[in-house]
RNA sequence: GGAGAGGUGGCCGAGUGGUCGAAGGCGCGCCCCUGCUAAGGGCGUAUGGGUCAAAAGCCCAUCGAGGGUUCGAAUCCCUCCCUCUCCGCCA
């Protein structure tokens, strides 16, 4: 959410910043609700502190044993004009209320002009995409031979599932292992084990909710529950309504966890093997800083994504999000992207955000600022380190050899028992 | 699943219809006293919104959340959420 204050002090300023995202703000119609709702406001308040008068004389007059009767029915007049009034001011914040959920965030000055991804800006490259001496296949031949079954999760389950057994239910195991080791041993990284259903508060604390609800699975019952789509939105809201120590920031979490994705715009996107599924793997890792720190964390995030896939041997590229293609909740992305022999290109492997105050508003999280001895509201950041699903299809695709078999990456031999090829 | 007890400010904890935004304590900040490792005293110390050019001031809201009763609700009623205790069940 944006700063409501913004809001009502420079609308047309930042409806030129939502501009670069494309997104067209209703400065007249906001304006308008604005100064009914402020008008709204005003007198609710005035009602109330007569009302509020009436009633201290009430009690001033029993403690005097003084007739009261006139004050009553003042008071009753004064509870019914109230009560109008309060229904017209709920449903104008109501109205401000659903406009404000639906604002994205405002972009970091730095986030490159561009409607779409083509516009996105590749900032640097690591590893050089390997020359196959044969046609390499694709991670669906690869994986078919050892163990990793559509048609089993079809049957079960329909499109976008998958199933492995044997060693590549070990790699995908190994995966997880390996980067929760990395993160939490090498990057001061607090492991994190989070609930996986989640009411809609915490959705929309972090921003998919309401405007992405179509994205999301849900279950029945009572409560209802949302399956998280990230592990982001069970991670951040860990500080939701919380005040915390200065001290105790930066918090930096690691979580593994499986995502659950409707993929509803995605019809007929990626539909051979494992690049999009309803239900994968993530490692996530989330930053909590001080404001003024969040750009440094950013970097230093998005060097921990990097890590491991320089620990795992993947040839990879780092691209600044252009304006477009930046996400509801985030101020600036960049995403990693990895080669996939198959496809001869680079495919987004991890996602890192700044979100800066915009979930934390939502969320009530804050810090209390020792220069101004005030809570204020904290940054946060998240990114993704690293996709296990399309962790397990770079290693398979770009470790494959001529005799069809694929090298482990010596990283992550350990965490295979010491084999070296499968 | 059954029975019961609770949720109050940064923390602990009083408060069952009116002068309670809320005693007291802890913590924190400033000041004073004292001076050798300890202590004593004073003052201050929630968040959001409105009015205002701004500050001060004033007004409104907030005692888990949302409704209700009432002239008036932290206090009474209803629904929901959460925590704890005992019993049952269970990976």
């Given at each position: 959410m944006l700063d409501p204050k913004l809001l009502r002090s420079d609308l047309p300023g930042v409806a030129a910043q939502l501009a670069r995202r494309g997104f067209v703000l209703d400065i007249a119609g906001i304006a308008a609700i604005e100064e009914k709702r402020k008008a709204a406001q005003i007198e609710a308040d005035r009602l109330r502190a007569e009302r509020n008068a009436n009633a201290k004389a009430v009690g001033a007059a029993r403690a005097k044993g003084a007739d009261s009767a006139a004050l009553l029915v003042h008071g009753e007049a004064l509870g019914a004009r109230l009560k109008a009034v309060d229904v017209e001011l709920e449903k104008l914040q109501a109205m401000m209320s659903d406009i404000q959920l639906g604002l994205p965030n405002i972009l970091h000055a730095s986030v490159p002009d561009g409607?779409?991804?083509?516009a996105n800006v590749e900032l640097r490259r690591w590893g050089d995409p390997r020359q196959f001496a044969f046609p390499p296949l694709d991670h669906v031949a690869l994986g078919e031979r050892r163990g990793m079954d559509f048609e089993a999760a079809g049957r079960m389950s329909g499109a976008r599932f998958v199933v492995m057994t044997g060693a590549l239910a070990r790699l995908h195991r190994a995966l997880v292992h390996f980067m929760l080791d990395l993160h939490t041993g090498e990057h001061g990284y607090r492991e994190a084990y989070v609930p996986y259903l989640v009411r809609a508060e915490a959705l929309i604390g972090t921003g998919q909710l309401p405007k992405f609800e179509q994205d999301l699975f849900s279950v029945r019952g009572d409560p209802g529950f949302f399956l998280i789509a990230t592990a982001e939105v069970p991670v951040t809201n860990l500080v939701r309504d919380q005040i915390l120590n200065p001290e105790s920031l930066p918090l930096k979490f690691a979580a593994h966890t499986p995502c659950f994705r409707?993929?509803?715009?995605?019809?007929?996107?990626?539909?051979?093997?494992?690049?999009?599924?309803h239900q994968f793997e993530k490692v996530e890792l989330v930053h909590i800083v001080q404001p003024e720190r969040s750009g440094d964390a950013l970097e230093e995030l998005t060097s921990h994504a990097e890590a491991v896939l320089k620990a795992l041997e993947l040839p990879y590229r780092v691209v600044a999000l252009c304006a477009g293609d930046v996400s509801f909740s985030s101020a600036k992305t960049y995403d990693l992207e990895v080669w996939l022999p198959s496809q001869s290109r680079y495919r987004e492997i991890s996602s890192c955000s700044n979100c800066e105050a915009f979930q934390s508003r939502r969320m009530q999280a804050r810090w209390r600022?020792?220069?101004?001895g005030k809570p204020e509201l904290v940054h946060t950041l998240n990114g993704s380190g690293v996709a296990v699903g399309r962790a397990l299809v770079a290693i398979l695709e770009n470790f494959?050899?001529?005799?069809?078999g694929v090298t482990i990456p010596q990283a992550l031999r350990p965490y295979m028992g010491g084999l070296a090829k499968i």
């Amino acid at each position: 959410m944006l700063d409501p204050k913004l809001l009502r002090s420079d609308l047309p300023g930042v409806a030129a910043q939502l501009a670069r995202r494309g997104f067209v703000l209703d400065i007249a119609g906001i304006a308008a609700i604005e100064e009914k709702r402020k008008a709204a406001q005003i007198e609710a308040d005035r009602l109330r502190a007569e009302r509020n008068a009436n009633a201290k004389a009430v009690g001033a007059a029993r403690a005097k044993g003084a007739d009261s009767a006139a004050l009553l029915v003042h008071g009753e007049a004064l509870g019914a004009r109230l009560k109008a009034v309060d229904v017209e001011l709920e449903k104008l914040q109501a109205m401000m209320s659903d406009i404000q959920l639906g604002l994205p965030n405002i972009l970091h000055a730095s986030v490159p002009d561009g409607r779409d991804e083509s516009a996105n800006v590749e900032l640097r490259r690591w590893g050089d995409p390997r020359q196959f001496a044969f046609p390499p296949l694709d991670h669906v031949a690869l994986g078919e031979r050892r163990g990793m079954d559509f048609e089993a999760a079809g049957r079960m389950s329909g499109a976008r599932f998958v199933v492995m057994t044997g060693a590549l239910a070990r790699l995908h195991r190994a995966l997880v292992h390996f980067m929760l080791d990395l993160h939490t041993g090498e990057h001061g990284y607090r492991e994190a084990y989070v609930p996986y259903l989640v009411r809609a508060e915490a959705l929309i604390g972090t921003g998919q909710l309401p405007k992405f609800e179509q994205d999301l699975f849900s279950v029945r019952g009572d409560p209802g529950f949302f399956l998280i789509a990230t592990a982001e939105v069970p991670v951040t809201n860990l500080v939701r309504d919380q005040i915390l120590n200065p001290e105790s920031l930066p918090l930096k979490f690691a979580a593994h966890t499986p995502c659950f994705r409707s993929e509803a715009g995605a019809a007929g996107k990626d539909t051979r093997g494992m690049i999009r599924q309803h239900q994968f793997e993530k490692v996530e890792l989330v930053h909590i800083v001080q404001p003024e720190r969040s750009g440094d964390a950013l970097e230093e995030l998005t060097s921990h994504a990097e890590a491991v896939l320089k620990a795992l041997e993947l040839p990879y590229r780092v691209v600044a999000l252009c304006a477009g293609d930046v996400s509801f909740s985030s101020a600036k992305t960049y995403d990693l992207e990895v080669w996939l022999p198959s496809q001869s290109r680079y495919r987004e492997i991890s996602s890192c955000s700044n979100c800066e105050a915009f979930q934390s508003r939502r969320m009530q999280a804050r810090w209390r600022n020792p220069a101004t001895g005030k809570p204020e509201l904290v940054h946060t950041l998240n990114g993704s380190g690293v996709a296990v699903g399309r962790a397990l299809v770079a290693i398979l695709e770009n470790f494959q050899e001529a005799d069809g078999g694929v090298t482990i990456p010596q990283a992550l031999r350990p965490y295979m028992g010491g084999l070296a090829k499968i």
